[in-house]
């Protein structure tokens, strides 16, 4: 289970952004894709965007066009810029690490955005 650390989360007005971080070790971000996920009361946590170790992303419907996910391999970091925030995109988000298909997962920070 690699650790991985997430920080930037809060509370932000509808059409405002957020930036998240997700920081892991450099021996699992090197190898790993990176991913974040959400999750709300009730529901299952479902993808927002990953990005392989090679910069290849993958986007929800939902992110794409407002969110942009990008890495950092000095910093070994992830991150998820969140622009135009609605008030569904509150949520609890959650750093993924995926390595051949085993799941690690950061503690998970909630993004509140308020109409």
């Known amino acids: 289970q690699a650790q991985l650390v997430e920080s930037g989360g809060g509370l932000v007005q509808a059409g405002g952004s957020l930036r998240l971080s997700c920081v892991a070790s450099v021996r699992v971000f090197s190898v790993a894709t990176m991913g974040w996920y959400r999750q709300t009361p009730g529901k299952e946590r479902e993808v927002v965007a990953r990005?392989?170790?090679?910069?290849?992303?993958v986007y929800a419907d939902s992110a794409r066009g407002r969110f942009t996910i990008s890495r950092n391999s000095i910093k070994s970091t992830v991150y998820l810029q969140m622009n135009n925030l609605k008030p569904e995109d509150t949520a609890v988000y959650y750093c993924?690490?995926?390595?051949?298909?085993?799941?690690?997962w950061g503690q998970g920070i909630q993004v509140t955005v308020s109409s």
């Open positions: 993924n690490a995926n390595i051949e298909s085993a799941n690690s």
């Open positions: 990005i392989s170790r090679l910069g290849s992303t």
